[in-house]
């Protein structure tokens, strides 16, 4: 299974180090300046960190599929044995892949952010403390920091790959979720609005962090009223909160806090 595992590490370096040096050190970079979203480029301190984590989510990824190869190859699992062994549920996954996959995201991301309900134990808190924190570390993000996770939160996470197992789909499915779930939150940390890759609301919750759990693809924040449309809007999502929300709610150092310096 070591070929799965430098495919996937080839992939994710590949991706996100083309990416960032795309935007921050080619000679196309200084063009895509007047549309970075915080306006500070973050510190190589950062990159170096959400590299370095970045790569340990991908081994994680990898550990998931090579499990599911293994359960496929000894008839542990059923599958179809093409996309067309099932054609109309093989297009239904791969049409609309990203919007099934979102409420997972959703439900994972909420359930590692202080739940804030009066009245139970906030086991949020707890699993941002120790687990999802690390992930906001990168308060000024690039591509490496998407999947910038604690091995705890990097396993939730792709296990979105779980999601197709029950309807039998042909493998290639599971291994798309696990590619989408990378790619996505690669490019969706970009930190630059154009060339059009950057989420802005995402952006918001990496530095107010009670709000836009979800991304704008499946509305579950504005169904859950947890949906902020710019960073003076978090405050109304918690108005009826006692609770400190927001930056002043953060328990958690980020680098912005521990070092301001551009980086060269």
Same mark, same amino acid.
């Given at each position: 299974?070591?070929?799965?595992?430098?495919?996937?590490?080839?992939?994710?370096?590949?991706?996100?180090?083309?990416?960032?040096?795309?935007?921050?050190?080619?000679?196309?970079?200084?063009?895509?300046?007047?549309?970075?979203?915080?306006?500070?480029?973050?510190?190589?301190?950062?990159?170096?960190?959400?590299?370095?984590?970045?790569?340990?989510?991908?081994?994680?990824?990898?550990?998931?599929?090579?499990?599911l190869c293994h359960f496929w190859a000894v008839g542990a699992l059923n599958y179809d044995s093409s996309l067309m062994a099932s054609p109309v549920k093989s297009l239904i996954w791969a049409l609309f892949l990203?919007?099934?996959?979102?409420?997972?995201?959703?439900?994972?991301?909420?359930?590692?952010?202080?739940?804030?309900?009066?009245?139970?134990?906030?086991?949020?808190?707890?699993?941002?403390?120790?687990?999802?924190?690390?992930?906001?570390?990168?308060?000024?993000?690039?591509?490496?920091?998407?999947?910038?996770?604690?091995?705890?939160?990097?396993?939730?996470?792709?296990?979105?790959?779980?999601?197709?197992?029950?309807?039998?789909?042909?493998?290639?499915?599971?291994? *798309?979720?696990?590619?989408?779930?990378?790619?996505?939150?690669?490019?969706?940390?970009?930190?630059?609005?154009?060339p059009g890759t950057g989420d802005f609301y995402h952006n918001i919750h990496h530095t107010n962090f009670d709000a836009n759990y979800g991304t704008p693809n499946v509305p579950l924040d504005w169904l859950f009223?947890?949906?902020?449309?710019?960073?003076?809007?978090?405050?109304?999502?918690?108005?009826?909160?006692?609770?400190?929300?927001?930056?002043?709610?953060?328990?958690?150092?980020?680098? *912005?806090?521990?070092?301001?310096?551009?980086?060269?």
């Open positions: 299974m070591w070929p799965i595992l430098l495919r996937n590490l080839i992939g994710t370096w590949l991706i996100c180090g083309f990416w960032d040096w795309i935007l921050y050190y080619s000679p196309l970079a200084a063009s895509f300046k007047p549309y970075k979203i915080i306006e500070d480029y973050p510190t190589f301190r950062q990159m170096k960190h959400d590299a370095f984590w970045t790569t340990s989510a991908t081994c994680t990824a990898t550990m998931i599929e090579v499990i990203t919007h099934i996959r979102e409420p997972h995201f959703y439900s994972v991301h909420r359930f590692m952010h202080p739940w804030r309900v009066e009245g139970i134990p906030d086991v949020g808190k707890f699993f941002y403390k120790h687990f999802h924190s690390l992930h906001h570390k990168s308060y000024n993000t690039t591509a490496f920091s998407g999947t910038s996770m604690h091995p705890v939160e990097s396993t939730c996470y792709y296990s979105a790959a779980l999601l197709a197992i029950p309807f039998g789909c042909n493998p290639v499915i599971p291994v *798309a979720l696990l590619i989408d779930c990378g790619i996505a939150a690669w490019l969706g940390h970009s930190g630059f609005v154009f009223g947890t949906f902020a449309k710019n960073e003076d809007s978090v405050a109304d999502v918690w108005e009826k909160s006692s609770q400190v929300t927001g930056k002043a709610g953060n328990e958690t150092a980020v680098h *912005a806090a521990d070092d301001k310096s551009k980086s060269d």
